[in-house]
């Protein structure tokens, strides 16, 4: 009986508890989401010696959700229950902010009891007003040396213990903390972590003394914000009016927002936020991907809260939910989508329920890919140039073969290639050009010499980023020529329209650089012509200098430009280096040396090197091949020789700027160099 007794004794005293657990003074009602009406009496104390402080160093980013966290932020006593605690301490740390060392022993009984691992729960102690800690938990930034910190605001309700927190959350991390004068809630901020944040217009009725602009400009100074999306709140039957109670960003180019019945009398204003956001540019540069989910009883699917590789969502007891979780699931691949379901003491309400009670802590030393993904429809004639900045918050050095661009080509295997650094922290890969229709799925991934990983997207190849490619230009056939024998010098190659629209040809490079190769000649002598949609234009190219056979592989690379109305691109020109010395199997008697000055205006000196007496024959070609001077043909003793040349042709005249040849001849050798005549 004894027992029964004590029991009872402590049921009720845990009850007390649980009523009194948002009573931050005596003699007043217990807090709710919204303000109580002793609160509407006392708004005036909202912000009251909150001190604005410099912003960050610019340039500055706002730290998302879906970015890499290393902890959650939760209150005791709980409006959450431990369940979700336990799921979140597998992988993260979770904070628990309580009023006494006392009361986080009684924590710790209870996280024991319930199977939360322990070695992964730290504590704040500070007094509090609630548990809502999204609404006044910090929000998080990178400045410009890549230094995590913390921005806080006014929070608006009259709870001066709850706006305390994000200070002392900056002082447990040990990192900088900034003020931003303007009157705000969490769960009235989502944000995409490249620039783009969303509030309901709440934002601009809390901060009436300041203009929408200077509104604008204060998160654009704080938190890297050039793109500040103020909307009017669709959930017309509620006060709260903030957006995680009817939307959420999932990814940057991805948006969840609820629906409901036709009958509903918030049907159409939902219809229109929805049809409005579908109409916006992402960060990524196209239209936002939207989700709905059905909530028919309001039920707050969207006030769900994204931990790294986990999505826990509030489950309401409902047939709907399983419709939830397969719209989380269908858009966020390869994430764990987990439901749970509100305490009968706290439970989830259709303007308060999970994400409006934990609060993500950011990786201070996060890891950072930001990259613009390739998107849409890709030219099939060019390779794929993937560019990301690796930002490292731990300050520790990037692992450069690390950074690696992994692709897939028509759901083939994955390749990968290692992205080049190619100034401070940028990278540059290449994904090589795929044929028109192909579809390309990509990932990035990088690691710093902390131990950090990262991918983009966050959650790597279950969600890559995608591409297709598709004919936007003439495509050269072959776009690839290799010249390797003197037969082959003269080739044809097919400049095909694999579109459907005429493109105009406006230009085809008639000489080489690297090597001594010309057009020979065209389909249409006058450019620019058009060429229809299936038609050809033909080029032939020429090279005019003998070779003997040899069996070294060692090529000149060169290319011939082609420039449309669509752009420009290149047919790759492989030269066998033999077509350019003609060396023979005789001993080498005779040698030209390098010319100089290279290129010259007036005069250039060309070398020569005789090793034994013998006729010398010295000519400047064009670069067709045609004999322009003979410089010289006569017997020359062994020894070196100068020729000079000064830029005339036989006749004496000046020849324009240009690339000219000068080839050496004699009885058992063939020598060609280039000389580059300017103006």
């Known amino acids: ?57 610019a340039p500055v980013r706002n730290v998302a959700e879906f970015d890499r966290m290393q902890g959650a932020l939760v209150r005791y006593p709980f409006g959450i229950p431990i369940s979700l605690i336990k799921e979140m301490a597998i992988d993260v740390t979770v904070t628990t902010i309580v009023a006494s060392v006392a009361q986080k022993n009684t924590v710790i009984n209870q996280y024991v009891s319930n199977g939360v691992d322990t070695s992964h729960c730290d504590f704040l102690i500070a007094p509090t007003d609630s548990y809502w800690t999204r609404d006044y938990g910090p929000w998080f930034e990178s400045d410009s040396v890549d230094q995590i910190g913390i921005v806080d605001f006014p929070y608006n309700r009259p709870r001066p213990n709850d706006d305390e927190i994000p200070k002392k959350v900056a002082t447990m991390l040990g990192i900088p903390w900034f003020g931003m004068n303007i009157t705000t809630a969490g769960g009235n901020y989502m944000t995409d972590g490249c620039g783009i944040s969303a509030a309901t217009d709440l934002v601009w009725v809390e901060n009436s003394s ?49 629906k409901v019945l036709p009958s509903d009398p918030e049907y159409a204003a939902l219809e229109s936020a ?26 707050p699917y969207s006030n769900s809260v994204i931990l790294n590789n986990k999505v826990l969502v509030p489950f309401m007891n409902s047939t709907w939910d399983d419709s939830a979780k397969a719209v989380y699931e269908a858009a966020m691949p390869g994430y764990q989508v987990i439901g749970f379901t509100g305490n009968p003491s706290t439970p989830w309400m259709s303007t308060d329920a999970l994400h409006c009670r934990v609060m993500g802590i950011a ?70 050009k795929q044929p028109a229709g192909s579809v390309i799925k990509y990932y990035l991934t990088a690691a710093d010499q902390s131990g950090r990983h990262a991918s983009a997207p966050f959650i790597g190849a279950a969600d890559p980023f995608t591409f297709q490619t598709i004919y936007t230009n003439l495509t050269p056939v072959p776009d690839t020529v290799w010249v390797n024998e003197v037969s082959q010098g003269r080739q044809i190659i097919q400049l095909h329209n694999f579109t459907g629209s005429a493109i105009s040809l406006n230009a085809v490079q008639q000489f080489g650089t690297s090597a001594p190769w010309w ?31 040899n069996f070294l592989i060692d090529y000149v690379i060169d290319s011939m430009r082609v420039t449309t109305a669509m752009g420009s691109f290149h047919v790759i020109i492989m030269v066998n280096k033999a077509l350019l010395t003609s060396v023979s199997e005789s001993s080498q008697d005779q040698e030209i040396g390098s010319n100089y000055p290279n290129p010259f205006s007036s005069v250039t000196n060309i070398p020569l090197k005789i090793n034994q007496r013998g006729l010398v024959n010295l000519e400047i070609l064009d670069i067709r091949g045609a004999r322009l001077k003979t410089l010289v043909s006569e017997v020359f003793e062994p020894g070196p020789a100068t020729i000079q040349w000064d830029g005339t042709d036989a006749y004496g005249n000046k020849l324009p700027a240009g690339i000219y040849l000068c080839r050496l001849i004699s009885e058992n050798r063939t020598q060609t160099k280039r000389l580059i005549l300017v103006k």
């Not at 007043?28 to 006392?42: F, V």
């Not at 956001?277 to 989910?293: E, M, P």
């Not at 065209?522 to 200098?545: E, K, Q, T, Y």
Request: aromatic share 10%; hydrophobic share 40%; net charge negative.
């Open 1 to 57: 009986m004894k027992k029964i007794f004590i029991s009872l004794i402590l049921f009720f005293l845990m009850a007390s508890m649980a009523m009194a657990q948002d009573t931050p003074q005596n003699n007043r009602p217990a807090l709710q989401h919204e303000m109580t009406p002793d609160e509407l009496l006392r708004k005036s104390e909202i912000g009251r010696g909150f001190v604005e402080t410099e912003p960050p160093f």
């Open 210 to 258: 300041q203009t929408h602009e200077q509104i604008a400009q204060k998160m654009n100074d704080y938190l890297g914000i050039t793109n500040f999306q103020v909307v009017p709140d669709p959930n017309i039957s509620t006060t709260i009016d903030h957006i995680d109670c009817w939307g959420k960003f999932l990814t940057p180019d991805k948006m969840l927002i609820r």
């Open 274 to 299: 929805a049809a409005y956001w579908a109409g916006q540019t992402c960060s990524y540069g196209y239209n936002y991907k939207i989700f709905r989910v059905m909530t028919p009883q309001d039920q």
């Open 363 to 432: 990786d201070i030393g996060l890891l950072h890919i930001k990259h613009i993904p390739v998107s849409g429809n890709q030219p099939c004639e060019n390779d794929y140039v993937v560019e990301a900045d690796i930002i490292a918050s731990s300050h520790q050095p990037i692992i450069n073969d690390s950074v690696i661009v992994h692709y897939q080509v028509n759901g083939g295997l994955y390749h990968s290639a290692v992205m080049l650094n190619t100034v401070a922290s940028h990278y540059r890969g290449i994904i090589p």
């Open 519 to 549: 057009v020979d000649s065209m389909s249409v002598a006058i450019l620019p012509h058009l060429v229809n949609p299936g038609d050809s234009f033909a080029v032939r190219i020429n090279m005019a200098f003998p070779i003997v056979s």
